[in-house]
C-alpha cells in the first residue's frame, strides 16, 4: 500500500510515519483489502482513527465496509487513503430526514393543509428524495445556513399533489411508507449512501360501530328519561381516545368507556373520537333527561264507605281512590305492607272481595300505594288505608205468621203479625207490601199489618209481604219468598137458638123435645154452645 502522489505521499507520512513499522505494514495491507472488496481483514475503527479518517465508530462500521466493498481498486491515479476517506465520507455524511408533522404519522387535516418535509444535510451539498418504490420525488434540493455556525446545512420540500396521488395519501388507514433520502457533496462529487425514513400516512377519519347509549334508561325503554346520569361509550376504534361535551360546555377527555352526567333536566352530549394519527371522527350524539328527584307521596282514599255510619270503614266496595300521581308516572299499590307490589292504572284500584270469584276473600285490609316517575324514581309509600271489605251478601230472611189463629197452616188468622227470621248481626231489613215497588224500613224481627179491628187505615183481605236485609257492609240479601196470608179481624154475627119444636103453647118455650136449631153461622165457622 503506497500512496501515488507527492501530496498524498506527504499526508501518508504524515499519518503513518509515527507508526511502527510492523503496524504500518499491518494497516496497508488491511487498507489495501478493504478498497478492493475483500473483507478477509477487516478494517476496525481503531484503524481509521490511526489513518486520521474520523467519523467511523461501532454505530457506522458496518456501512463504511460496506461502502468500502463497492469501491474495488481500479488502478486510477487516486490512492487508497483518499479512496477509503471518501467511503468514511458517503457514510458519515448522510443527510436526514426531520420527524414529520410532529410524529411521522400524516392525518387528513395535515394531508389538506399540506406536508413540508424538512431535514438537514452538508453545506456544499444537494438532496435528492425518493418515493418507497425507489423513483425520484425531487432532485436537486439545495441546502440553507441552519445559522448553527456547522457545515450542517438544512433543506425543506412540500410535498405536491402529485407525490400525494404517488404515496397514496388519498383514504390511507394507518399505511406505512418508507422515503428515502441521498446527497451529493458538490465539492468532492460524492454521493452519500441513501438512507430512508418512515412515515405513517392516515387520512381517513375513525367511525364509532356502536351509538352512544344511557347506562340504565330507568323510565320506559328509549325514552331517553332517566335517573342515573351514566353514559356509555363504546365502538372506538383501536388505540383511538375520545373527549365528551355535556350541552355547551368544551370537549374534555373521556377515559374508560363511559362518563356521568350530574345536574336534572335535559341535556344533550357529543363524543367524538381522534385515533392515534389524529383524525377526528363526526361526532356522537345523545339527548336525554336527567331525573333523580323522587316524586311525592301519594294519597288512597275509599271510594264509598257502605257501611252504616259513612265512616266505619266497613265497606262492600274495595274501590281505593288514588291522588297526586305525577304525570307520566305509573303507580303500585300493596296489599301486604310493601313486601310485593302490583301495577295500578287509572285513578283507582278495585281490591277484590269473596263474590269477585276463587282466590279473593273479604276481611280486614290494608293497602298501601306509590308511583314511580318516567325516569324510574320511586316515591314514599303512602300512609296506609285500613278497612274491612264484606262482599258476601246476606242470607234471604224467613217469614212467618206469629200466629195462624185460623186452622194452624191455612195462613187464615186474625192476628196480622208477621216475624222475621234469619237476620244478620248487625243487619237492617225492609219489607215491600207491592211486590217490590217501594220498600220501607222494619223494626225489631216482626210486621203487624193493621185489620177492620184496628180503625181507620186497617183492613182485612189477603196480604202479601216482601222482606229483605242489609247487612253492616250495605250489601243487600236476596228477597225473601213471597209471604201470603188472609187477615180477618172482624168478628161474625150472633147466631140464632130457636127449639126445633115447642110442643106446648107455640111462643111459650115450653116443650117436651130439646132439640134447638142453630142458624147464622158463618159458612166455615165453627160454633160452639154453653
Same mark, same amino acid.
Request: charged share 20%.
Given at each position: 500500500f503506497t500512496p501515488d502522489a507527492d501530496v498524498d505521499r506527504q499526508d501518508w507520512f504524515l499519518v503513518v510515519g509515527a507508526l511502527e513499522p510492523y503496524k504500518r505494514t499491518d494497516l496497508a495491507i488491511k487498507a489495501g483489502l478493504a478498497v478492493q472488496g475483500d473483507n478477509s481483514r477487516p478494517m476496525t475503527a481503531e484503524d481509521f482513527a490511526a489513518l486520521k479518517i474520523s467519523g467511523v465508530n461501532a454505530g457506522n462500521l458496518a456501512k463504511v465496509q460496506a461502502q468500502l466493498a463497492r469501491q474495488a481498486d481500479d488502478g486510477s491515479s487516486v490512492n487508497t487513503w483518499a479512496k477509503l476517506a471518501d467511503a468514511v465520507f458517503t457514510v458519515t455524511n448522510v443527510p436526514a430526514i426531520n420527524t414529520v408533522a410532529g410524529d411521522d404519522i400524516i392525518n387528513l387535516a395535515e394531508r389538506t393543509a399540506g406536508v413540508t418535509l424538512?431535514?438537514?444535510?452538508?453545506?456544499?451539498?444537494?438532496?435528492?428524495?425518493?418515493?418507497?418504490?425507489?423513483?425520484?420525488?425531487?432532485?436537486?434540493?439545495?441546502?440553507?445556513?441552519? &445559522?448553527?455556525?456547522?457545515?450542517?446545512?438544512?433543506? #425543506?420540500?412540500?410535498?405536491?399533489? $402529485?407525490?400525494? =396521488?404517488?404515496?397514496?395519501?388519498?383514504?390511507?388507514?394507518?399505511v406505512e411508507k418508507i422515503i428515502g433520502i441521498q446527497s451529493h457533496n458538490t465539492v468532492k462529487g460524492l454521493d452519500s449512501i441513501r438512507v430512508t425514513h418512515s412515515i405513517t400516512i392516515d387520512t381517513t377519519p375513525p367511525v364509532f360501530t356502536a351509538p352512544l347509549a344511557l347506562a340504565s334508561d330507568t323510565g320506559i325503554p328509549g325514552d331517553g328519561i332517566t335517573s342515573v346520569g351514566k353514559v356509555l361509550v363504546s365502538g372506538l376504534e383501536a388505540a383511538a381516545r375520545w373527549a365528551y361535551k355535556i350541552d355547551g360546555s368544551d370537549y374534555q377527555p373521556g377515559s374508560g368507556g363511559s362518563f356521568t352526567i350530574a345536574g336534572d333536566g335535559a341535556h344533550t352530549v357529543k363524543v367524538r373520537q381522534t385515533d392515534r394519527a389524529g383524525n377526528d371522527s363526526a361526532e356522537q350524539v345523545l339527548t336525554m333527561t336527567l331525573d333523580t328527584a323522587a316524586p311525592a307521596k301519594l294519597s288512597a282514599t275509599l271510594a264509598h264507605d257502605t257501611g252504616s255510619s259513612g265512616l266505619d270503614r266497613l265497606t262492600n266496595d274495595g274501590t281505593l281512590n288514588v291522588s297526586g300521581v305525577?304525570?307520566?308516572?305509573?303507580? =303500585?299499590?300493596?296489599?301486604?305492607?310493601?313486601?310485593?307490589?302490583?301495577?295500578?292504572?287509572?285513578?283507582?284500584?278495585?281490591?277484590?272481595?269473596?263474590?269477585?270469584?276463587?282466590?279473593?276473600?273479604? &276481611?280486614?285490609?290494608?293497602?298501601?300505594? *306509590? =308511583?314511580?316517575?318516567?325516569?324510574?324514581?320511586?316515591?314514599?309509600?303512602?300512609?296506609?288505608?285500613?278497612?274491612?271489605?264484606?262482599?258476601?251478601?246476606?242470607?234471604?230472611?224467613?217469614?212467618?205468621? %206469629?200466629?195462624? #189463629?185460623?186452622?194452624?197452616?191455612? *195462613?187464615?188468622?186474625?192476628? $196480622?203479625?208477621?216475624?222475621?227470621?234469619?237476620?244478620?248481626? $248487625?243487619?237492617?231489613?225492609?219489607?215491600?207490601?207491592?211486590? &217490590?215497588?217501594?220498600?220501607?224500613?222494619?223494626?225489631?224481627?216482626?210486621? *203487624?199489618?193493621?185489620?177492620? %179491628?184496628?180503625? #181507620?187505615?186497617?183492613?182485612? &183481605? %189477603?196480604?202479601?209481604?216482601?222482606? *229483605?236485609q242489609t247487612d253492616a257492609a250495605g250489601n243487600v240479601s236476596p228477597n225473601s219468598d213471597k209471604f201470603s196470608f188472609t187477615l180477618d179481624t172482624t168478628a161474625p154475627a150472633a147466631p140464632s137458638l130457636a127449639l126445633s119444636v115447642d110442643s106446648g103453647n107455640p111462643t111459650d118455650k115450653i116443650t117436651n123435645n130439646a132439640t134447638f136449631k142453630v142458624s147464622g153461622i158463618e159458612s166455615g165457622a165453627s160454633w160452639q154452645y154453653s
Amino acid at each position: 500500500f503506497t500512496p501515488d502522489a507527492d501530496v498524498d505521499r506527504q499526508d501518508w507520512f504524515l499519518v503513518v510515519g509515527a507508526l511502527e513499522p510492523y503496524k504500518r505494514t499491518d494497516l496497508a495491507i488491511k487498507a489495501g483489502l478493504a478498497v478492493q472488496g475483500d473483507n478477509s481483514r477487516p478494517m476496525t475503527a481503531e484503524d481509521f482513527a490511526a489513518l486520521k479518517i474520523s467519523g467511523v465508530n461501532a454505530g457506522n462500521l458496518a456501512k463504511v465496509q460496506a461502502q468500502l466493498a463497492r469501491q474495488a481498486d481500479d488502478g486510477s491515479s487516486v490512492n487508497t487513503w483518499a479512496k477509503l476517506a471518501d467511503a468514511v465520507f458517503t457514510v458519515t455524511n448522510v443527510p436526514a430526514i426531520n420527524t414529520v408533522a410532529g410524529d411521522d404519522i400524516i392525518n387528513l387535516a395535515e394531508r389538506t393543509a399540506g406536508v413540508t418535509l424538512t431535514g438537514t444535510a452538508g453545506k456544499d451539498d444537494t438532496v435528492t428524495l425518493f418515493y418507497p418504490d425507489g423513483s425520484v420525488i425531487k432532485s436537486g434540493i439545495t441546502t440553507h445556513d441552519s &445559522g448553527t455556525g456547522t457545515s450542517v446545512w438544512n433543506w #425543506s420540500f412540500t410535498l405536491t399533489a $402529485g407525490d400525494w =396521488q404517488a404515496l397514496g395519501a388519498d383514504g390511507a388507514n394507518g399505511v406505512e411508507k418508507i422515503i428515502g433520502i441521498q446527497s451529493h457533496n458538490t465539492v468532492k462529487g460524492l454521493d452519500s449512501i441513501r438512507v430512508t425514513h418512515s412515515i405513517t400516512i392516515d387520512t381517513t377519519p375513525p367511525v364509532f360501530t356502536a351509538p352512544l347509549a344511557l347506562a340504565s334508561d330507568t323510565g320506559i325503554p328509549g325514552d331517553g328519561i332517566t335517573s342515573v346520569g351514566k353514559v356509555l361509550v363504546s365502538g372506538l376504534e383501536a388505540a383511538a381516545r375520545w373527549a365528551y361535551k355535556i350541552d355547551g360546555s368544551d370537549y374534555q377527555p373521556g377515559s374508560g368507556g363511559s362518563f356521568t352526567i350530574a345536574g336534572d333536566g335535559a341535556h344533550t352530549v357529543k363524543v367524538r373520537q381522534t385515533d392515534r394519527a389524529g383524525n377526528d371522527s363526526a361526532e356522537q350524539v345523545l339527548t336525554m333527561t336527567l331525573d333523580t328527584a323522587a316524586p311525592a307521596k301519594l294519597s288512597a282514599t275509599l271510594a264509598h264507605d257502605t257501611g252504616s255510619s259513612g265512616l266505619d270503614r266497613l265497606t262492600n266496595d274495595g274501590t281505593l281512590n288514588v291522588s297526586g300521581v305525577e304525570s307520566g308516572a305509573s303507580w =303500585q299499590y300493596s296489599l301486604d305492607s310493601g313486601v310485593t307490589w302490583s301495577n295500578g292504572s287509572g285513578g283507582s284500584v278495585k281490591i277484590k272481595g269473596a263474590a269477585d270469584g276463587a282466590g279473593n276473600a273479604d &276481611g280486614a285490609k290494608k293497602v298501601v300505594v *306509590r =308511583q314511580t316517575d318516567v325516569a324510574g324514581n320511586v316515591g314514599a309509600v303512602s300512609d296506609a288505608v285500613s278497612f274491612t271489605l264484606d262482599t258476601t251478601l246476606p242470607a234471604k230472611p224467613a217469614l212467618a205468621l %206469629a200466629k195462624d #189463629s185460623g186452622n194452624t197452616s191455612d *195462613r187464615i188468622t186474625n192476628e $196480622g203479625t208477621v216475624n222475621i227470621s234469619k237476620l244478620e248481626a $248487625g243487619a237492617s231489613w225492609q219489607y215491600s207490601l207491592d211486590n &217490590g215497588a217501594t220498600w220501607q224500613d222494619g223494626i225489631a224481627a216482626s210486621f *203487624r199489618f193493621a185489620g177492620t %179491628a184496628d180503625g #181507620s187505615g186497617g183492613s182485612d &183481605g %189477603a196480604k202479601n209481604m216482601l222482606v *229483605r236485609q242489609t247487612d253492616a257492609a250495605g250489601n243487600v240479601s236476596p228477597n225473601s219468598d213471597k209471604f201470603s196470608f188472609t187477615l180477618d179481624t172482624t168478628a161474625p154475627a150472633a147466631p140464632s137458638l130457636a127449639l126445633s119444636v115447642d110442643s106446648g103453647n107455640p111462643t111459650d118455650k115450653i116443650t117436651n123435645n130439646a132439640t134447638f136449631k142453630v142458624s147464622g153461622i158463618e159458612s166455615g165457622a165453627s160454633w160452639q154452645y154453653s
